[in-house]
């Protein structure tokens, strides 16, 4: 079974930019496809962005696209995700998730303890 541990959030001002890492350790991330979901405080746990074994395939949230870009180093086993441009709504602890390609939270049998995120208007 893959560890996976969180790091780089904070607090940024809105239009400011944070680059979140994914951490994997007990077996190589390549095994997996990789995501990154969010959840705020009374919501449910939403899919942010996804990326396939290679990195060949990537699939975002509306929310945001063209926004967010997920990327891949799997000679370091992390996982990446850049974040531009960041709005009050994006404000939620982010969680690294490993498991199989795909938007739903059952798709993924690993996850990380999560990170928070706060952007300020």
């Known amino acids: 079974q893959v560890q996976l541990v969180e790091s780089g959030g904070g607090l940024v001002q809105a239009g400011g930019s944070l680059r979140l890492s994914c951490a994997a350790s007990?077996?190589?991330?390549?095994?997996?496809?990789m995501a990154w979901f969010r959840q705020a405080p009374g919501e449910e746990r939403d899919f942010v962005a996804a990326?396939?074994?290679?990195?060949?395939?990537?699939r975002y949230a509306d929310s945001v696209k063209g926004r967010f870009t997920i990327s891949r180093d799997n000679a370091k086993n992390t996982v990446y995700l850049q974040m531009n441009s960041l709005k009050p709504e994006d404000t939620a602890v982010y969680y690294c998730?490993?498991?199989?390609?795909?938007?739903?939270?059952?798709?993924?049998?690993?996850w990380g303890q999560g990170t928070q995120v706060t952007v300020s208007s």
């Open positions: 007990g077996r190589t991330v390549s095994s997996y496809d």
């Open positions: 998730a490993a498991g199989a390609y795909g938007t739903m939270r059952s798709n993924y049998g690993a």
């Open positions: 990326v396939s074994r290679n990195g060949g395939w990537t």
